[in-house]
């Protein structure tokens, strides 16, 4: 069965931790740089203690020194899962999964971000792309090739991902909105239903809880959603 993670990007760590509590059986809470910045490690061990697992998303890519150093120091700290940006390129990612150790941690790598389409990732990598799907399809190889526990990547791309990777590797989505909810500044969004139904292991869904006029009930409503 594929898990829920809540992206807490709210303006505080008091708010995040007070949402939490409204959650019933929140088993994962991910927290990015806006308030990892603000509230530093005493968050996660704030959350690891309060038993919800945390998902560090810092989105790492720098030279492979920095980023093993930086997956350690998570490591360390109590987190259960990070990213890594696979464009970091294979020397970045095999240090990283060195760091990671062999224990329960798991380092994930962000493909391509579901923010992108596929005009803004040719600005970037400065070529054409006629679909985002292969280019999530080579960055996840690289990924795996290093020993990743597995990847981050948009719903649209599930299904050439399990193809290509098989059934042991966590794809983790983000972009999930439930039906009616706006896409924001997402542009590959999908439903909790077609997440599960495609192969996701972990569900990433913010706004769709966060900003919803009452969070516990859209909340249950992604649980529901994912068990139906
Ligand atoms: O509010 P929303 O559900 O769009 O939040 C999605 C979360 O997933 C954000 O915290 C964002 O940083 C994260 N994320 C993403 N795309 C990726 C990786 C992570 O949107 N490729």
Redesign the pocket.
């Known amino acids: 069965m594929a898990e829920l993670i809540v992206?807490l990007?709210l303006p505080s760590g008091s708010d995040a931790l007070a949402l939490a509590d409204r959650l019933p059986g929140l088993a994962w809470a991910?927290l990015?740089p806006v308030l990892y910045v603000q509230e530093g490690p005493a968050l996660v061990r704030e959350f690891a203690a309060r038993g919800v697992r945390v998902f560090l998303?810092l989105k790492w890519h720098d030279i492979p020194t920095v980023v093993a150093g930086a997956v350690a120091a998570a490591r360390d700290l109590g987190a259960a899962m990070a990213t890594v940006h696979c464009l970091g390129g294979p020397e970045m990612l095999a240090a990283a999964r060195t760091a990671a150790g062999n224990g329960d941690f798991a380092l994930v790598g962000?493909t391509v971000?579901?923010?992108h389409d596929a005009a803004g990732f040719e600005q970037v990598v400065g070529r054409g792309v006629p679909d985002l799907g292969f280019e999530a399809e080579r960055l996840a190889k690289v990924a795996m090739q290093a020993g990743l526990r597995g990847v981050?990547a948009s719903g649209h791309e599930l299904g050439l991902l399990r193809e290509t990777l098989g059934t042991g590797p966590w794809l983790v989505v983000?972009?999930?909105r439930l039906p009616g909810d706006g896409p924001?500044d997402?542009r590959r969004t999908i439903a909790p239903r077609d997440a599960v139904r495609g192969g996701a292991t972990h569900l990433?869904?913010?706004?769709?809880i966060t900003a919803a006029r009452d969070p516990a009930a859209a909340y249950q409503a992604v649980r529901e959603a994912m068990e139906s």
């Open positions: 992206a990007d991910k990015g998303d962000v971000l579901t923010s981050v983000p972009g999930v924001g997402q990433v869904v913010g706004r769709s």
